[in-house]
């Protein structure tokens, strides 16, 4: 089985799925807000969070490129 971490860390919520390549299921996942965290606590949250999830063989993660104001 192929499993793949993907991980979207936004301004206000961490949200996170462990999925099942080969046939597209999502095998566990959750959201976490960031209201009222400071930088320490959510790195502190995003670890958490990876010693929790079963093995995987690949991670992906969503970034927001700012488009013309950042190059």
């Known amino acids: 089985m192929r499993r793949v ?4 860390s936004g301004s206000s919520t961490l949200k996170w799925a462990l999925l099942d390549a080969t046939d597209e299921s ?13 930088d320490v606590r959510r ?5 958490s969070v990876l010693r929790g999830v079963p093995q995987f063989d690949a991670v992906g993660h969503r970034i927001v490129h700012g488009g013309t104001r950042y190059r």
């Open 5 to 8: 971490l993907v991980l979207n």
């Open 26 to 38: 999502t095998l566990a996942g959750a959201t976490v807000s960031w209201t009222g965290m400071g």
């Open 43 to 47: 790195l502190e949250q995003i670890q």
